[in-house]
């Protein structure tokens, strides 16, 4: 079964990293992707840009409303992603671990969700 495992860390946080820490965060991903890869698992990841190139649609009675920016403020934003292909949820929770959400220190978390497998159409 496949799962997405969603990248909640802080915006503000991350802007004010040195290079030596962004450089770590990013060798930490780019080790759970190879190995994710390598056991041949890996269906994507992606970090996100920031949430004020975000633009928000909703319907509201039967129109569109679009709003720039994220749906809810948060401390914590969505980053990124990865979709990982998992023997159950104990192995979802595994990788889970592997995957960086903090930065500097900072607190973050990882959301693990089922994908749902469609028939094709």
């Known amino acids: 079964m496949r799962y997405i495992f969603l990248i909640y860390s802080r ?10 820490e962004d450089q770590a965060v990013r060798a930490a991903h780019r080790a759970a992707q190879d190995e994710a890869a390598r056991r041949g ?7 996100l840009q920031r949430t004020n190139t975000a633009t928000t649609v909703r ?4 129109k569109p409303l679009i709003v720039d920016g994220p ?7 969505l ?3 990865y979709v990982i292909d998992c023997r159950d949820l104990d192995d979802a929770i595994e990788w889970a671990q592997k995957i960086p959400s903090g930065c500097r220190g900072a607190p973050g978390c990882i959301e693990i969700r089922p994908l749902l ?4 159409s």
């Not at 915006?11 to 030596?20: P, Y």
């Not at 698992?41 to 970090?47: I, S």
């Not at 497998?117 to 094709?120: D, G, K, V």
């Open 79 to 81: 980053a990124g992603y």
């Open 71 to 77: 749906f809810a403020e948060t401390k914590e934003q």
């Open 11 to 20: 915006e503000t946080d991350r802007a004010t990293m040195s290079a030596e």
């Open 41 to 47: 698992v890996l269906h994507g990841a992606q970090p």
């Open 59 to 62: 319907m509201q009675d039967g």
């Open 117 to 120: 497998e469609l028939p094709p």
